[in-house]
């Protein structure tokens, strides 16, 4: 069983800081994505990474793959409050399939 | 609007009972996958269908079926239902095998009482 671990579990900051959180496997996989959820809707796809040491920007989010396609990281510049959500990782296997993570909730005050 | 309808958005039944769940794919998307999310346990992976056939199993309990239709929608049987299958049961599309991503529905919250 392939599982991801996310890391912080919980993560509150103040509007205009920075941040970062992880996402680790023991595993490779072909694709991981990266998704935000807000209570009570489905997870919102924000970025898939493909390649190793892949980079891909979305205005102040930040993700990265890791060299070995275990791990990645995604990196908020200057928070705001509409950053506020549930942040999962998924990695994705050769067949397709996702495996989650059980995710960072980041609250961004005022 | 992701393009992915789940339907009904709630259903609150008794134990024992059996329900249907319905998902819609996004239009042209051939695959279809249900989650289970509780908050004790996170997205759970259940089953995955691809143009009509079953691709994939997870974790999914032999008290659930689910079947994609030639039209592509999906259908989720939960049955003998126990409190703890009260759960948010998402639904997801992707165009092909999911590598890039999936589209998830809004999900249908099942309360078990």
């Known amino acids: 069983t392939q599982l991801l671990e996310q890391s912080p579990q919980f993560l509150s900051i103040q509007e205009g800081e920075n941040l970062t959180v992880y996402c680790n496997s023991s595993?490779?996989?072909?694709?991981l994505q990266w998704y935000r959820q807000e209570p009570g809707e489905g997870p919102v796809l924000l970025v898939t990474?493909?390649?190793?040491?892949e980079v891909k920007k979305l205005k102040r989010l930040t993700f990265q793959f890791g060299d070995a396609r275990k791990d990645s990281s995604l990196h908020i510049t200057a928070a705001q409050p509409g950053d506020t959500g549930l942040y999962l990782c998924?990695?994705?296997?050769?067949?397709?399939?996702?495996?989650f993570g059980d995710g960072t909730t980041l609250t961004v005050k005022p | 609007d992701s393009g992915v309808t789940q339907t009904p958005k709630h259903l609150i039944t008794a134990t024992g009972q059996r329900v249907t769940l319905r998902c819609s794919p996004r239009?042209?998307?051939?695959?279809v996958y249900w989650y289970q999310q509780s908050l004790d346990q996170g997205l759970q992976f259940l089953i995955q269908?691809?143009?009509?056939?079953?691709?994939a199993k997870g974790n999914i309990l032999e008290r659930f079926s689910a079947q994609q239709f030639p039209d592509l929608h999906s259908e989720l049987n939960l049955s003998s239902l126990e409190l703890g299958d009260s759960a948010l049961y998402f639904c997801?599309?992707?165009?092909?095998?999911?590598?890039?991503?999936?589209?998830f529905g809004s999900g249908t919250r099942l309360t078990v009482v």
């Open positions: 990474v493909v390649t190793g040491g």
């Open positions: 997801a599309s992707s165009a092909g095998g999911g590598h890039y991503g999936y589209t």
């Open positions: 239009s042209g998307d051939l695959s």
């Open positions: 269908y691809y143009n009509g056939e079953e691709r």
């Open positions: 595993s490779v996989f072909s694709s």
């Open positions: 998924a990695g994705t296997g050769n067949a397709g399939k996702s495996t």
